[in-house]
């Protein structure tokens, strides 16, 4: 199970440094289409880092973001500092303004899909953290 979330961790960070260099491309071209691609990836980025949280916590990789969603409410009953943390809505905002308004819907704001790249490392530099301060995972 340690090895699965190691690569789920290490295909989050993989994703989001591939994300803005796909970013860094599409500005510097303006091919929108490499903007939308890098929202994508950044989204792909929160999924995987999702799946390490869910599975280091819960002992579960759930199979859709209905299933994370849920999983992350369980998650931030069981955990005060997940609540804090807000991971849920955290994630249902990435799976918004990355996935479905940037790439599928095409609505393009440079500042604004910067921000959420951002956004989406702390993500998953905040997932990482909490990981490292519970060294054991807490299934159920």
């Known amino acids: 199970m340690e090895e699965r979330i190691r690569v789920y961790l290490g295909d989050a960070r993989e994703f989001l440094r591939e994300a803005e260099e ?3 491309r599409g500005v510097e071209s303006g091919d929108l289409i490499k903007v939308r691609d890098a ?11 999702t799946n390490a949280l869910l599975l280091h916590a819960l002992g579960k990789v759930p199979s859709s973001h209905f299933e994370r969603r849920k999983m992350l409410s369980m998650l931030e009953d069981k955990l005060e500092v997940a609540e804090k943390l807000g991971f849920r809505d955290r994630y249902s905002a990435r799976e918004r303004n990355l996935h479905e308004l940037t790439f599928q819907e095409g609505i393009v704001d440079l500042d604004e899909v910067r921000r959420e790249l951002k956004k989406a490392e702390k993500y998953i530099n905040d997932v990482s953290s ?11």
């Open 39 to 49: 929202a994508e990836k950044a989204w792909n980025a929160v999924v995987q880092a």
């Open 130 to 140: 909490l990981m490292e301060g519970s060294q054991q995972p807490n299934t159920p």
């Open 22 to 24: 796909e970013f860094r």
